[in-house]
């Protein structure tokens, strides 16, 4: 008995072991930067508790900015960080607990989220969860079907924008930033303007219910009206843009510094916390609330900037 209880004791005392990740796409910088923080333990900002371990490529030949980077990504990923570099989903799941689904095209997000939900890891899917609210809503199901967690969020929601000026008496928001498009993603917000929109979002809380969009080659301004009566704005600028925000509170109108602060860190723990604790940060209804905010302002801009409910 005292050895038993010597034994759970010395157990209590270790570490425990790194949750090991997966990496699927190796088309976007996020995959060596996450890397790096989450890898690396001399670097300032690392974060223990996971580790990337294994990476498999994907890519999209029809995507230039995939096409031209996944190669040299995979390459920086094995030659700097020893992460092994595997042929197919089944194989990276197999040898990891959790996933990072990072292919920075959209529209494969659902096959590929299907054989990681199949397989039972719970994974964090970047941005744009999916080309389409028919397919974000998908994976939703499978994964709720299969009693995997997951999530999908922007950087910006834990950047200094939205940590200083989220209030519970915000009376309406305006935020700006980024929206260049990818001809391939029928929800044209979602390849970079996910980020304004998901900022939008993080300030007001869900209950959007109306969406109204002005295009022009050079900008969107996206206007939605909440079932409380408030009124957000998103504007997406092209090719780019700062991003930013103006809060209106019942005394004060507040608006966000010239270059707010942003960084993958924040935003990093919340994901290693959500693997280590199977709790999901913000809540799967809410992504897909955004993802149907985009899916009326498209059916708005199609229909020449008519005002469309979200469905």
Same mark, same amino acid.
């Given at each position: 008995?005292?050895?038993?209880?010597?034994?759970?004791?010395?157990?209590?005392?270790?570490?425990?072991?790194?949750?090991?990740? %997966?990496?699927?796409?190796?088309?976007?910088?996020?995959?060596?930067?996450?890397?790096?923080?989450?890898? /690396? =333990?001399?670097? =300032?900002?690392?974060?223990?508790?996971?580790?990337?371990?294994?990476?498999?490529?994907?890519?999209?030949?029809? !995507?230039?900015?995939?096409?031209?980077?996944?190669?040299?990504?995979?390459?920086?990923?094995?030659?700097?960080?020893?992460?092994?570099?595997?042929?197919?989903?089944? &194989?990276?799941?197999?040898?990891?607990?959790?996933?990072?689904?990072?292919?920075?095209?959209?529209?494969?997000?659902?096959?590929?989220?299907?054989?990681?939900?199949?397989?039972?890891?719970?994974?964090?899917?970047?941005?744009?969860?999916?080309?389409?609210?028919? /397919?974000?809503?998908?994976?939703?199901?499978?994964?709720?079907?299969?009693?995997?967690?997951?999530?999908?969020?922007?950087?910006?929601?834990? %950047?200094?924008?939205?940590?200083?000026?989220?209030? =519970?008496?915000? &009376?309406?928001?305006?935020?700006?930033?980024?929206?260049?498009?990818?001809?391939?993603?029928?929800?044209?917000?979602?390849?970079? @303007?996910?980020?304004?929109?998901?900022?939008?979002?993080?300030?007001?809380?869900?209950?959007? !219910?109306?969406?109204?969009?002005?295009?022009?080659? /050079?900008?969107?301004?996206?206007?939605?009206?909440?079932?409380?009566?408030?009124? %957000?704005? !998103?504007?997406?600028?092209?090719?780019?843009? /700062?991003?930013?925000?103006?809060?209106?509170?019942?005394?004060?109108?507040?608006?966000? =510094?010239?270059?707010?602060?942003?960084?993958?860190?924040?935003?990093?723990?919340?994901?290693?916390?959500?693997?280590?604790?199977?709790?999901?940060?913000?809540?799967?209804?809410?992504?897909?609330?955004?993802? @149907?905010?985009?899916?009326?302002?498209?059916?708005?801009?199609?229909?020449? %900037?008519?005002?469309?409910?979200?469905?």
């Amino acid at each position: 008995m005292r050895i038993l209880l010597f034994t759970a004791a010395l157990a209590a005392l270790l570490p425990a072991a790194d949750i090991r990740l %997966g990496i699927i796409g190796t088309d976007t910088s996020h995959v060596t930067a996450f890397t790096r923080i989450l890898n /690396d =333990p001399a670097h =300032p900002e690392h974060i223990p508790g996971t580790r990337v371990v294994a990476a498999y490529k994907g890519g999209s030949p029809d !995507v230039e900015s995939s096409r031209t980077r996944v190669d040299n990504f995979a390459k920086q990923l094995q030659e700097k960080w020893n992460i092994e570099l595997v042929p197919d989903i089944a &194989t990276l799941c197999s040898k990891v607990d959790a996933v990072l689904l990072e292919s920075v095209d959209g529209r494969k997000h659902l096959e590929q989220a299907r054989q990681v939900i199949a397989a039972g890891k719970p994974m964090f899917i970047d941005k744009p969860m999916a080309s389409t609210l028919d /397919d974000a809503r998908e994976i939703a199901r499978l994964a709720k079907q299969a009693g995997v967690k997951w999530f999908s969020t922007s950087s910006l929601r834990y %950047g200094e924008i939205a940590t200083t000026m989220k209030s =519970p008496d915000l &009376t309406g928001a305006i935020t700006w930033g980024p929206g260049p498009m990818e001809e391939h993603h029928y929800l044209d917000l979602s390849w970079y @303007a996910i980020h304004p929109v998901e900022l939008l979002f993080t300030l007001m809380g869900p209950g959007c !219910v109306e969406v109204t969009r002005t295009y022009t080659p /050079d900008s969107d301004i996206v206007t939605c009206r909440w079932k409380d009566g408030r009124i %957000g704005t !998103v504007r997406a600028t092209r090719p780019y843009g /700062d991003y930013g925000a103006v809060v209106f509170r019942p005394k004060a109108v507040v608006q966000s =510094p010239p270059k707010a602060r942003s960084s993958y860190t924040p935003m990093l723990k919340e994901i290693v916390k959500f693997f280590q604790t199977g709790v999901v940060p913000v809540p799967n209804e809410e992504t897909l609330e955004i993802f @149907a905010f985009m899916d009326a302002a498209q059916r708005s801009r199609e229909s020449g %900037g008519k005002p469309m409910p979200l469905r």
